[in-house]
């Protein structure tokens, strides 16, 4: 999943602008102490005689009179209307730009931290670039003393992570210090952490609730390393995997099921259970229609009840086994009754949506939907639960 940086040019200035980009939380208390006002955003929901000085910013939903001397006052455009208290936005006075970066309410709060990738997946969402973007993790330090201690989980995403090797440990320290009630959990290939060294970096951290979520597309490491596009990238994401385990970091295994990989999902399934039985979770996920998965989709896409056959042997194994096992990205409809309780809710909440098919449908609560990315390539399984 990508980070959530809901972009918009919806400002406009009422007043002198900051000539840098800033970063601040969304309050909606005007009468908050002087003191604790210098990193937060006033958002004015109904007019206020006189703005109260001594906040970083200020974001108006209708144009009103700006006291003098006052800067950074914008008025939202009706698409950002949805900001709430606690919120932390970018602000880029320039471009009258304001980017959402945490959301308070939402459970699907996920941070870009590169977009530099070794691998070069057939299905990525979010294609790898080269290039220098040390300031998002620059940003993110900047933006974890403003976020809720009382969020329940944040994703940390790339490209990969493990590139930025020390950073990296830099940033779970920090995740642990300001936010120690927080489950983190990391998407990474895996392939960094064939040096044990880095796995027993992270490891020390000693982060409450840390899981790493790494992906095996088979048991055969020809088919991996075609899917991941990188020779002996199986390999290296195997030893990635044991020294993590060595090191007593959680671990969750991913399978993104689609034309290339759902043939061998039952061996799949045989190759984890006889060598890779500690893993603490296994997640078989539907594609999204993002990145690289919409260019390569003649090669990729498959209806998932033509796999139904595999995934459901898959799934018996693995259960069966003892292992945690969940489905993810899959509509109800699409997977047989006896799938039905491993499905989950997986797709974040800014992205989630429901086909007109889905009208009517007394599951709708249960059912995972649909990427947004991807409502027009559907399954033809699609059809309301009515009883």
């Known amino acids: 999943m990508p980070a959530l940086d809901l972009a918009s040019t919806g400002l406009k200035s009422l007043s002198e602008r900051s000539p840098e980009p800033f970063i601040g939380r969304i309050r909606e208390q005007p009468d908050l102490p002087e003191s604790a006002r210098s990193r937060e955003i006033l958002l004015v929901r109904r007019p206020l005689e006189h703005l109260p000085p001594g906040f970083r910013g200020y974001l108006l939903l209708d144009d009103g009179a700006v006291s003098p001397g006052l800067r950074d006052v914008y008025v939202l455009a009706p698409g950002l209307r949805y900001l709430a208290d606690g919120d932390v936005v970018r602000i880029h006075p320039e471009r009258g730009a304001l980017a959402t970066l945490y959301r308070r309410a939402s459970p699907s709060n996920s941070f870009l ?33 403003l976020i809720s201690p009382q969020t329940r989980e944040l994703g940390i995403t790339g490209g990969e992570p493990s590139l930025l090797k020390g950073r990296l440990v830099e940033l779970l320290e920090r995740m642990k210090g300001f936010l120690p009630e927080t489950s983190v959990h990391i998407l990474t290939n895996g392939r960094g952490f064939a040096d044990a060294e880095l796995a027993r970096a992270v490891a020390k951290v000693q982060h409450p609730d840390l899981m790493l979520g790494i992906p095996l597309y088979s048991d055969l490491p020809e088919e991996h390393d075609y899917v991941v596009q990188a020779l002996g990238a199986f390999d290296e994401t195997l030893r990635g995997i044991l020294n993590l385990k060595r090191s007593r970091v959680r671990v969750e295994l991913r399978c993104v099921v689609h034309a290339q990989t759902y043939s061998r999902l039952p061996q799949l399934a045989d190759f984890i259970t006889r060598n890779l039985l500690f893993v603490d979770h296994v997640a078989l996920m539907g594609l999204e229609l993002m990145g690289f998965a919409r260019t390569n989709l003649g090669m990729l896409w498959v209806d998932p009840l033509d796999y139904q056959a595999q995934l459901t042997s898959a799934v018996r194994t693995l259960s069966r086994a003892g292992l945690n096992t969940s489905i993810y990205n899959h509509q109800l409809c699409t997977l047989p009754t006896e799938l039905h309780p491993f499905a989950r809710k997986s797709i974040s909440d800014w992205k989630n949506v429901y086909a007109d098919a889905c009208e009517g449908c007394v599951r709708q609560e249960d059912c995972g939907g649909f990427f947004a990315s991807g409502i027009l390539k559907r399954s033809r399984g699609i059809q309301p639960f009515l009883d």
């Open 113 to 145: 931290v590169t977009e530099r990738c070794d691998n070069n997946c057939l299905m990525c969402s979010q294609p790898p670039r080269k290039q220098d973007d040390s300031w998002l993790v620059d940003e993110l330090m900047e933006t974890l003393p």
